[in-house]
């Protein structure tokens, strides 16, 4: 009979997902007498199953546990009943589990995402009784989760101006806290302050939050309950480690140390197949995909091509016209650099005269339907991704020792972007211009250029990011990559994520 049992609240975004899949087959594996049941929604369940069909783990000590409508459509209109319809399941199948049976015990210790386990932290506390633990899930960086969840408190800053009438201005509380969240800064209004993340990386407050796929303010409610979660919660466990944020995981640890809090730092999670050489014939199965890959190593060389995707959701949509900038560019380089480009997200779209205008140039292909990322950055044809931010497509993409151009449209990507771009070990060129709304303004960094977001210094910016990744910096960030993907395969085999791992299931 299991001795221990982890109960987990995935949050309804793949991104969140998908590492924690990877990491439930490997804390399977560090403990045979451990049972784990993840609640997810119906409308994710499938693709979860899909995922876990090619993993080696026991069956029978994972359950996957579908609540709401498995028909409902994604889409950023439905999360909110996507959201509702998960917490509520959620605390259904706990309230049942609490009692405990024959077969599995009661859980020890509840793993819920940040993304919807602040809506129901104190329920959940409550079904699960004193004796219990419960971690914050928290699908990115250290820095990230700090930044996210530790450094502020929404809740109490809206609290704080609610109660004074001259501050309050006429908002509702719901305005106030989504005001809070945009500045990001402890107050309610962007002010030029300097914030300084994981105690390193310095940048002014209008930095912080990228909007280019629009107002970030419907973030604001999900993540302020995120902050309550991680005040409620025992601790918190991420998939990176000292080789990505080498400045970031020491000062973590004794940032949460001195606030104790558990941190666990489990390394990046993938499926085991990605840490693997590619073996003959693998590559992706989409042939059009395939054959274009193809010319293009045989015409420029080996990784000679840029893949561009901004993830399953995020899309430029404010800055549609810098979008038909980095395709003019691209089209009209001299030193021609093909791409891949994938526009399948919820948000993304291209109008098809300009999808057409690719495809007749022979220099890129668009990919407007769900294409196989992994199998694409492992063909050996890919020498850069510009992409979104987003911590899988990073993750993913160094695991195969390919650098980035990060263009952040929303969520945490604008930190990941400053994060890694600079530091001990750089591993991706930031765009600068291509920023929207509050955030344009001057940059604390010192490679940045005077911030315009016209298409005009895009063009230059996008021009001299190919020109850079085609010399000398290009060559050092491809380094720093190779080298992470390196790192991160030794640790996985017996450095200190695998320490981490055994020491989250006992946990």
């Not at 979860?48 to 026991?58: A, G, V």
């Not at 450094?151 to 006429?170: C, L, N, Q, S, V």
């Not at 993340?197 to 409610?221: N, T, V, W």
């Not at 220099?363 to 510009?386: M, N, P």
Request: glycine share 10%; net charge negative; aromatic share 8%.
């Amino acid at each position: 009979m299991p001795s221990r049992h982890i109960l987990t609240l995935l949050g309804p975004a793949w991104g969140h997902v998908l590492p924690y899949i990877h990491l439930t087959t490997r804390m399977l594996a560090s403990d045979p007498e451990l049972v784990i049941t993840i609640v997810q929604h119906n409308v994710f369940v499938p693709r979860m199953f899909k995922e876990l069909d090619s993993c080696s783990y026991d069956t029978s000590r994972l359950k996957i546990e579908g609540v709401g409508d498995k028909d409902l459509a994604v889409s950023l209109e439905t999360i909110p009943l996507t959201m509702r319809e998960l917490t509520a399941g959620w605390l259904s199948i706990l309230a049942k589990s609490v009692i405990g049976g024959t077969a599995w015990p009661k859980p020890n210790t509840l793993h819920m995402d940040f993304s919807g386990g602040g809506l129901i932290i104190k329920e959940s506390r409550a079904l699960l009784g004193p004796e219990g633990k419960v971690l914050l899930w928290c699908s990115t960086g250290v820095a990230v989760c700090m930044d996210h969840f530790s450094e502020f408190d929404h809740a109490k800053t809206a609290r704080e101006i609610y109660a004074d009438e001259g501050r309050r201005a006429g908002r509702t509380m719901d305005e106030i806290i989504a005001d809070v969240f945009c500045a990001g800064n402890g107050s309610d209004k962007l002010d030029g302050r300097i914030l300084e993340i994981a105690g390193g990386l310095k940048i002014y407050d209008h930095e912080h939050i990228a909007q280019g796929a629009g107002s970030p303010r419907r973030l604001a409610a999900v993540l302020t309950a995120a902050q309550e979660l991680a005040q409620l919660s025992d601790g918190f466990f991420c998939p990176t480690s000292n080789a990505l944020e080498p400045v970031s995981v020491p000062y973590a640890r004794d940032y949460y140390k001195q606030r104790g809090k558990e941190l666990f730092l489990v390394g990046p999670q993938m499926h085991d197949d990605e840490w693997e050489a590619p073996a003959a014939g693998s590559g992706p199965k989409d042939e059009r995909i395939k054959q274009f890959l193809e010319d293009a190593n045989k015409k420029y060389g080996p990784k000679s091509v840029l893949y561009i995707s901004f993830g399953s959701v995020f899309f430029p949509l404010e800055t549609p016209h810098l979008v038909e900038m980095l395709i003019e560019v691209l089209l009209g380089l001299e030193s021609v650099v093909p791409f891949v480009f994938v526009v399948a997200g919820v948000m993304a779209s291209l109008p098809k005269e300009t999808i057409d205008r690719i495809h007749a140039s022979g220099r890129g292909i668009v990919c407007t339907d769900w294409v196989d990322q992994k199998a694409i950055l492992k063909s050996g044809s890919i020498g850069w991704f510009l992409t979104h931010g987003g911590y899988n497509s990073l993750t993913e993409s160094l695991s195969q020792g390919i650098p980035l151009i990060f263009w952040p449209v929303g969520a945490e990507q604008a930190l990941n972007a400053a994060m890694f771009s600079t530091g001990p070990r750089p591993i991706g060129i930031e765009l600068f211009q291509i920023r929207a709304g509050t955030q344009l303004g001057p940059s604390l960094r010192p490679e940045a250029p005077k911030i315009t977001g016209t298409a005009e210094d895009a063009k230059i910016e996008f021009q001299q990011a190919f020109r850079d990744l085609k010399g000398p910096r290009g060559a050092t960030l491809k380094q720093n990559a190779v080298r992470i993907a390196e790192l991160w395969r030794e640790e996985r085999i017996d450095g200190e994520p695998v320490q981490e791992i055994a020491r989250l299931t006992r946990f």
